[in-house]
């Protein structure tokens, strides 16, 4: 059983996760190269990767008994080498008469992550988790109150996906194209950066390397790492960004978003539109709009005024009513006040949406994921 993180104080930012056993090695982690020589080194035909990557990534399987093109002695050998389980679902809850569904996984060393698979008329969004809690610390966010117990691996992360392929598959009549991904789950993946990359090449790497996902149904979210952002935005793999500014002035967001003391509001915005210029992807700015905290008129007129500053059509702005959280003191804002934030941006020529918040009553909307047994 894994020990859990202990609790950062406030303002306090981990990023170097604490050191546990390695999950075992997944089919997930390697690229299809390697895949073969590691199946090369069991004693089978190289070519026997492609069949397992094909059972796994277009079957959406990892189970040898459906694997009749192998010999079942290959079976066992490969699957336990290259497809080790390394999810296993602890609950699913179930809310919005059954359209979104919060899974509880327990991976091997016993540390417990969650994912939430939301469903729409044609398409459905999984929200995917990239660390085992977090070490970024807003204080309006569960998970990020609990802290930091692990990185996840490439596999862990891509597996998420696979299950939720499989369920959407089902659900929307085989249309593979309809699932949706964000980075939105808990951790902060660019934190995690080589997994998360390795995770974003496997969904987008065609089949059966990978998913053959296309990039733009990807949005990685992050809470302002600079040099990261400028990373992804080099890797040629146009995933869209987005960017959790909570509040446009350096001395709130010192406090929500504990981050800004290392990159300024300034620093984040910039890097935000050299993303849009490398990839042409517009980006988003996801603002959590907090009671009497960060809604007031004037932040929606100043944060207009920044990102205008920065040219026009390149973002837009998601708030979001703020979900509860244990012991947190804050709450969403008053519905007029809200709508007088989205007025204002939109004032300004800022495309501005409200995010609707799914799963809030099972814990499972945006900050509410603490993976508690
Ligand atoms: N570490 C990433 C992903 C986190 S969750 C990031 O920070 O972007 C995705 C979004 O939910 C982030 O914008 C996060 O700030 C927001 N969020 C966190 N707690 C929330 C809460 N209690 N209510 C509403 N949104 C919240």
Redo the contacts with the bound molecule.
Sequence with gaps: MSEPSTRPVPGQLTFTAPRRGKPPRHLADLTLAERGEVVGELGEKPFRAKQLSTHYFEHLTADPEQMTDLPKAARARLSENLLPPLLTPVRTQSADRGDTLKTLWRLHDGALVESVLMHYRQRSTVCISSQAG?G?N?P????GQAGLTRNMSTAEIVDQVVRAMAAVTERHGGDRRALNVV???M???LANYKAAIGAIRRMTDPAPEGLGMSARGITM???GLVPAIDKLAAEGVPVTL?L?L?APDDGLRDELVPINTRWKVGEALDAARRYFEVTGRRVSI?Y?LIRDINDQAWRADLLGDMLNARGRGWVHVNP??????PGSKWTASDPAVEAEFVHRLRAHGVPTTVRDTRGSDIDG????LAAAP
């Design positions: 977090c970024m807003c309006f966010c569960a998970t980075f939105m789950g951790g902060e993946a979210s992050t809470v987005a959790s909570h996801e959590a979001i009513p703020l979900n509860p959280t909307a945006c900050g509410q």
